[in-house]
């Protein structure tokens, strides 16, 4: 089984267990739209978003163990399985919660957020680990993850068109359905993958007598026989992505050495290994700032212009649709055009994005969903680009608390300071300067980065930023450069 199966069957199971029907959720089944306001829904929003932030790292962390002392009791996958079974149980808790009690439903919300926060991470290690050990190379990421874009977009549609009908009661039993069947895939990726458990050494290629061991067989009796191909590399999104160059024993070596790095280095590394990297994280955080308005506050403002439920859903297909070739073809824009450039573009579309819904006169909702391709192109772009941009930041060994903290930054920091700014800023002066509020911050991240880029460039052969004097003299800036030139 590919990991792309992982992310087709959790993500359902993130559509259905709140996504981006959650705020129309609250109003309408958590107490009515006096008690959950556009600025409460944004706070309770927030909070659970600081809480899924700040579990992030020990859900990484907790994955890692498990991954080096239980392997053969699933190691990581353990872990993910726990934490869809705590997120289940805490959004099925919303329905014996009493009317306009909303510190009980905002409790609840960052108990699922604990459970979010142990898949988040794993999940995107798992899958680099499978590619890794497959010889298929980090690279090919983005065609795994496009699968959850996939199952995404079809479950909010099916979701969208069923509270229509039904209404949002339906989520429970969404809920429910979808977490069952995110568990049923997670067991067979565990335990059907791989058949033998028997620690990181025990891997062996067996062949018939009869067949010679070519490549292909090779790759098929490594994901089968590897006592933890699919587990071996940390839980993370963003470390072993574009490594050409074959490795030799003193770069193992290396890595080993590595192993030991502490938590205030790879926040180093990852906040101010360079000015690049700062100028990065800096436009990344106030990207996430606004995306997470889009993606937890938006319906509210289509609801507002007369959209349906099932409208909703269709804006995140049409979302999606864009969303799917740029992960496809991720390896190839990386290379032709790097981290920098996608992140800049993610930006771009951003601000042209919100901008045009402040231009949707009333009862034209439809006209947003000719804005609605513009978000696939902002978050594959920045997804893609932050990926990488880990990738080069974290050392091995270390890639689930490296992508936990990255996590803790954007989804805690910038979700919740965007929520909370922009849930007052809703309820307040209206969507419409909201969003322009947003896009001028946007800018100001994207401006700063394009200066930023333009200055410095990155070591590919090292994976390391690096700067160049006045003299033309480089020097490195990340744990991992050397002293040789590009």
Not at 54 to 77: C, V
Not at 307 to 317: A, E, I
Not at 378 to 392: G, I
Request: with cysteine; proline share 3%; glycine share 10%.
């Amino acid at each position: 089984m590919r990991p792309r199966v992982l992310f087709f069957g959790i993500f359902a199971w993130y559509a259905c267990s709140g996504g981006r029907f959650f705020a129309l959720f609250l109003q309408d089944e958590c107490g009515g739209p006096e008690v959950f306001t556009d600025a409460i829904i944004g706070i309770s929003l927030a909070v659970a978003r600081v809480t899924s932030s700040l579990m992030s790292p020990l859900g990484g962390a907790a994955a890692d163990y498990f991954e080096r002392n239980h392997p053969e009791r699933g190691g990581r996958a353990v872990v993910l399985a726990a934490g869809i079974l705590i997120g289940t149980a805490s959004f099925m808790l919303h329905a014996a919660v009493p009317g306009g009690k909303v510190g009980y439903h905002v409790f609840l919300m960052m108990t699922q957020s604990v459970g979010g926060a142990m898949t988040y991470p794993v999940i995107d290690g798992l899958t680099l680990g499978f590619l890794e050990e497959t010889g298929e190379g980090r690279d090919s990421y983005g065609k795994e993850r496009l699968y959850g874009a996939i199952s995404w977009a079809v479950a909010n549609m099916c979701l969208g068109m069923l509270i229509d009908i039904l209404g949002f009661k339906v989520m429970y039993a969404a809920s429910l359905f979808t977490c069952v069947a995110a568990l049923t895939v997670v067991y067979m990726f565990a335990f059907r993958t791989d058949t033998n458990k028997t620690g990181k050494e025990g891997a062996q290629i067996n062949c018939p007598d009869s067949a010679p061991c070519n490549s292909d067989f090779q790759n098929i009796s490594t994901r089968k026989n590897n006592t933890k191909a699919s587990f071996e590399i940390e839980a993370t999104p963003l470390t072993q992505i574009t490594s050409v160059i074959s490795e030799t024993e003193s770069a193992e070596h290396k890595s080993e050495e590595r192993g030991n790095v502490g938590m205030s280095t790879l926040c180093g590394n990852l906040f101010c290994g360079s000015r690049y990297a700062c100028a990065f994280v800096f436009s990344t955080f106030l990207l996430t700032v606004g995306i997470s308005n889009v993606e937890n506050l938006v319906f509210l403002f289509f609801r507002d212009l007369g959209g349906n439920n099932t409208m909703c859903g269709l804006s995140v297909v049409i979302t999606v649709v864009f969303e799917l070739p740029i992960f496809h073809f991720a390896p190839k824009l990386l290379k032709k055009y790097g981290m920098g450039r996608l992140e800049q573009l993610a930006c771009l579309a951003y601000v042209v994005r919100v901008i045009g819904y402040t231009l949707v006169p009333p009862s034209r909702a439809f006209l947003v969903l000719l804005l609605e391709p513009l978000h696939g192109v902002t978050y594959a772009c920045d997804k893609t680009s932050s990926v990488e941009f880990v990738a080069r930041s974290t050392p091995k060994g270390h890639e689930a608390a490296g992508q936990g903290i990255l996590s803790a930054l954007k989804d805690g920091g910038g979700s919740f300071l965007g929520l909370t700014v922009g849930g007052l800023l809703e309820q307040t002066y209206g969507p419409r300067v909201m969003y322009r509020t947003l896009a001028t911050a946007v800018t100001i991240g994207l401006v700063l980065f394009s200066l930023a880029d333009r200055y410095e460039t990155v070591n590919y052969d090292t994976n390391s930023a690096i700067e160049k004097d006045e003299n033309e003299t480089r020097f490195c800036t990340n744990i991992d450069c050397t002293d040789g030139d590009e």
